[in-house]
């Protein structure tokens, strides 16, 4: 083999890894950058915008979640309430249970951090965006094909105070098993342990 066809490959190896990306937020992207100036925003065909959320110019990258924005009079983590409602699935894959299954999860998720599902305090709007099917055939991919054949899943969440002020926004997805209802699970905990935080 050639030198040249060598690098030939290589180049397209690190391409595809790249198309094939999990989803969500560039995860060595610095604590900080707007979600607006992202790929991920540039890519609104397979990364649906406006599912939960519907001003992004506050989003920003985030710990523990891709991309988050919560109002600094907030402490939205605090023990209370909160009202869970249903979810919607806005993504280009049809799932009947999918919904329902993150929106069990995310009370679960809430309940586990204090916030029990209740009508009185905040209320969460959320819906999915984006999912993916587990692959074997993304197995091949270098370094990163155990992770990228796994099911993936984009969750869009809107947090709202009693008057119905949005105080937090989160726009979050990741990859667990072989079905999207495993990757729900993940990206819910994620979300709950990331409002737990603030």
Same mark, same amino acid.
């Given at each position: 083999?050639?030198?040249?066809?060598?690098?030939t490959?290589?180049?397209l190896?690190?391409s595809?890894c790249?198309?094939?990306?999990?989803?969500?937020?560039?995860?060595?992207?610095?604590?900080?950058?707007?979600?607006?100036?992202?790929?991920?925003?540039?890519?609104?065909?397979?990364?649906?915008?406006?599912?939960?959320i519907?001003?992004?110019?506050?989003?920003?990258?985030a710990?523990?979640?891709?991309?988050?924005?919560?109002? #600094?009079?907030? /402490?939205i983590?605090?023990p209370a309430?909160?009202?869970?409602? &249903?979810v919607?699935?806005?993504?280009? $894959?049809? +799932?009947?249970?999918?919904?329902?299954?993150?929106?069990?999860?995310?009370?679960?998720?809430?309940e586990?951090?204090?916030?029990?599902?209740g009508?009185?305090?905040?209320?969460?709007?959320?819906?999915?965006?984006?999912?993916?099917?587990?692959d074997?055939?993304?197995a091949?991919?270098?370094?990163?094909?155990?992770?990228m054949?796994?099911?993936?899943?984009?969750?869009?969440l809107?947090?709202?105070?009693a008057?119905?002020? #949005?105080?937090? /926004?989160?726009?979050?997805?990741?990859?667990?098993?072989?079905? &999207?209802?495993?990757?729900?699970?993940? $990206?819910? +905990?994620?979300?709950?342990?990331?409002?737990?935080?603030?």
């Amino acid at each position: 083999m050639s030198k040249k066809l060598i690098i030939t490959v290589l180049l397209l190896t690190i391409s595809a890894c790249s198309a094939a990306r999990g989803g969500g937020g560039d995860d060595d992207s610095p604590r900080g950058k707007r979600f607006l100036d992202s790929d991920e925003a540039k890519e609104s065909a397979e990364y649906k915008q406006g599912c939960s959320i519907t001003d992004y110019g506050n989003l920003v990258a985030a710990d523990g979640v891709n991309w988050a924005w919560v109002d #600094p009079a907030t /402490k939205i983590g605090a023990p209370a309430p909160i009202e869970i409602l &249903p979810v919607k699935n806005r993504s280009n $894959v049809t +799932d009947t249970a999918l919904a329902g299954n993150l929106e069990a999860d995310l009370k679960q998720a809430f309940e586990r951090i204090g916030k029990p599902a209740g009508k009185k305090g905040l209320k969460a709007d959320s819906c999915i965006y984006w999912v993916q099917r587990a692959d074997p055939a993304r197995a091949w991919i270098p370094y990163a094909g155990g992770h990228m054949m796994q099911a993936g899943i984009g969750v869009e969440l809107t947090i709202f105070d009693a008057s119905g002020r #949005p105080v937090a /926004k989160i726009r979050h997805d990741g990859r667990q098993g072989m079905a &999207p209802s495993e990757a729900a699970a993940e $990206v819910a +905990d994620d979300i709950a342990n990331y409002v737990r935080d603030h």
